[in-house]
């Protein structure tokens, strides 16, 4: 069982490049979440899904594009990358049933420089 | 979003004595969930306390819930040089809104 998987795990751009970091999870989860972390400031929600086709904006969501075309996959677009967007990312999963009564699972996280 | 805020931001003790961190939040919950992040890695779930809870044990983790003070306490028994990590709570509200949302934490370190 591989949880939730995070790729690339780390990650040097040019400003004014564009990627996608990717998501995916194998637990059948309808929610899926992606935050950025900097030092000392915690995890930040950027987008966030309740099932596919559904996405929904967090508390930072501006540079950043979701999409949900599937229940496994979550990925998150960065159109195109400024130094500010230089953060560690981390992708979550939980189950929407009986909502915030299961745990959260995350991945690795993606190590994003941009330069 | 219902963010939780940790307390104390930086906790340093030795091996053995005990951690306690604190997380207040702002409206009312179903309930709340501690999590640990160890330097690099992502979150892992620690505990689950539900809001007609006060008390909640697993192994050397002791978890309180005051709902009237809108906060909660983590306690970590013994504590060892592994378990030094950031703790982050993560109050669960009901509703449309269904954002899994995080404080800045307590970043632990034990001494050995």
């Known amino acids: 069982n591989a949880g939730v998987t995070q790729t690339p795990k780390f990650q040097v751009l040019k400003t004014g490049q564009s990627m996608t970091l990717q998501c995916a999870q194998d637990m059948n989860h309808e929610y899926m979440s992606w935050y950025r972390q900097d030092p000392g400031m915690g995890l930040r929600l950027i987008h966030y899904s309740v099932g596919a086709g559904i996405t929904d904006q967090g508390e930072v969501p501006n540079g950043y594009n979701v999409s949900r075309s599937t229940t496994e996959d979550f990925p998150l677009r960065l159109l195109s990358a400024a130094p500010s967007q230089t953060s560690v990312y981390f992708c979550?999963?939980?189950?929407?049933?009986?909502?915030?009564?299961?745990?959260?699972?995350f991945g690795q996280g993606t190590r994003l420089t941009v330069v | 979003s219902q963010q939780g805020e940790e307390d104390p931001q930086a906790l340093s003790i030795q091996e053995g004595e005990n951690a306690t961190m604190n997380c207040s939040y702002k409206t009312s919950i179903n309930n709340l969930q501690w999590y640990r992040q160890n330097s690099g890695r992502g979150l892992v779930h620690l505990i689950l306390?539900?809001?007609?809870?006060r008390e909640k044990h697993s192994g050397r983790l002791r978890v309180t819930l005051d709902t009237s003070k809108k906060s909660s306490s983590l306690l970590i028994t013994a504590s060892r040089a592994a378990d030094t990590a950031s703790y982050f709570c993560?109050?669960?509200?009901?509703?449309?809104?269904?954002?899994?949302?995080f404080g800045s934490g307590t970043q632990l370190t034990v001494l050995p």
């Open positions: 306390i539900r809001s007609n809870e």
């Open positions: 979550a999963s939980t189950s929407l049933e009986g909502w915030g009564n299961t745990e959260a699972f």
């Open positions: 993560a109050p669960i509200v009901s509703g449309s809104a269904r954002q899994l949302t």
